[in-house]
Every structure is written in structure tokens, then in C-alpha cells.
């Protein structure tokens, strides 16, 4: 019995500091409508257990055993229907997968993005909201348990209200219901910053990433926008999704 309590004691050990320990991902709708949360891992790393599910106005739902390493991305898709076929689909931030359920299939721009980097192997967590490719709701990143140092990130206001008419997706009575980046408008380098554009010092915000960032302050309006929109928390391993806080 020694042996073996010394056995998982050990093993214990290995794991906490290996980063094996798991969060919770808890999803709140705070919007005055349903939503469909879906995750996605980044290439190497699992899928969660849900990568896709229903949420009515007002509800939370949480996603367990997140693994302390996990990479990976969650959003929000909207005015989602299935036809008469069984096909499930949404008019923004679809994933493709004719499901509620992703299944490894990620956003189709644009969609509103909380992404993460869990460093559960050097107790540090990286997470962020980004409007790279464009926005269709607001949202928020709370880490719940961490240290007093892990901050909220939040993109609260309605981009959609401002968005250039060149970039807006218009729903079937005419509003717009997301706004395109101009990388995704356009696909053009300085707007994407590629090609001779790779670069911060070649890459600075333009007028259209600044309409972004006027609205969401901490969150990504550009590929380089680094210095206001990263957050780490040293501790935090479960985090509170809320869309539309």
C-alpha cells in the first residue's frame, strides 16, 4: 500500500508540474438572443468535448477537463437554422460542418475570437479577444481562480453600428450583422501584412483596423496589435466566456 500511494503521489506531482492539471471553459449568452459557442483546437492539440452547442439568452454552459497545454479558439456563430435537408448553418461565423458541432472546422470569417495559449508546463496562460478577421458580437475573456494579476479582457460595444458599409454582412432585412476586416474585404498585403508588409515596422494600423480598435481598445484589430490586446494570468486554468457582456 505504501508503494503505491508513493506511486500516485509521484504521479501527481509529474502532472501538476507537467501541466496535465485541467480547467473549465464556463460559456455565458448574455445577448438578448441564442447563440452557437463552438471551439476549435489548434493543429497537435485536442478538441474539447464540445465543439459546437445551442445557447439560449441567458444561459451558461461549461466545458470540463480542458487540458492544461490546450491551444485553440472559442466564438460564437448566430442566426443559425437547419434546413429541410438536416444541413445546420449560420449567417455569421459558420463553421462549415453542417452541424451544430464543428468537428475540427474552424470560424468562417468574420466572427469575434477568444483565443488561448494555456502554458500549463511553465504556469503561465497567454489569452486574448481578436478582431482579425472581422467581428459579428461582442464578447469577453474573465479567468476565473487564477491570481489577482489576471485581468478581464472585453470587447463590449457594437462594431456592426460603425462598420463601413465596404465591409458589412448584411442579414435578410438589410442591417448589418458583421463586419469584415480589411484583410478579409480586400486580401490585400498591407491590410494583411504579408508579403513586403510581414513585418510590425512595415504593418502599422490603417484606417480600417482603427475603427476596430475605437470600439474594442484590448482587443486584436490587426495582425501586430500586440502591446494592449495580449493577457497572461500565471495561475488562471479555468476562464468565463461571455458573449455580449
Do not use: H
Not at 466564438?75 to 445546420?88: E, H, I, L, N, V
Not at 491570481?147 to 478581464?152: D, F, L
Request: hydrophobic content about 30%.
Amino acid at each position: 500500500m505504501e508503494t503505491l500511494a508513493i506511486f500516485c503521489l509521484a504521479l501527481a506531482y509529474s502532472s501538476f508540474f507537467s501541466g496535465a492539471l485541467a480547467g473549465t471553459f464556463t460559456i455565458t449568452n448574455k445577448c438578448p438572443y441564442t447563440v452557437w459557442p463552438a471551439t476549435l483546437a489548434s493543429a497537435g492539440r485536442p478538441q474539447l468535448s464540445k465543439t459546437g452547442f445551442q445557447l439560449s439568452s441567458g444561459s451558461s454552459s461549461s466545458i470540463d477537463n480542458v487540458p492544461g497545454n490546450w491551444i485553440g479558439r472559442v466564438w460564437a456563430r448566430t442566426k443559425c437554422a437547419t434546413d429541410a435537408a438536416g444541413k445546420f448553418t449560420c449567417a455569421t461565423a459558420d463553421c462549415g460542418s453542417g452541424q451544430i458541432q464543428c468537428n475540427g472546422k474552424g470560424a468562417i470569417p468574420p466572427a469575434s475570437l477568444a483565443e488561448f495559449t494555456l502554458n500549463g508546463d511553465q504556469r503561465k496562460d497567454f489569452y486574448d479577444l481578436s478582431l482579425v478577421d472581422g467581428y459579428n458580437l461582442p464578447l469577453s475573456i474573465t479567468p476565473q481562480g487564477g491570481s489577482p494579476g489576471c485581468k478581464v479582457t472585453s470587447c463590449q460595444n457594437d462594431v456592426n453600428k460603425v462598420c463601413p458599409q465596404e465591409l458589412a454582412v448584411k442579414g435578410r432585412d438589410g442591417s448589418t450583422i458583421a463586419c469584415k476586416s480589411a484583410c478579409v474585404a480586400f486580401n490585400k498585403p498591407n491590410y494583411c501584412c504579408t508579403g513586403n508588409f510581414n513585418k510590425p515596422e512595415t504593418c502599422p494600423p490603417t484606417n480600417y483596423s482603427k475603427i476596430f480598435k475605437n470600439q474594442c481598445p484590448q482587443a486584436y484589430s490587426y495582425a501586430y496589435d500586440d502591446k494592449s490586446s495580449t493577457f497572461t494570468c500565471p495561475t488562471g486554468r479555468s476562464y468565463l466566456i461571455t458573449f455580449c457582456p
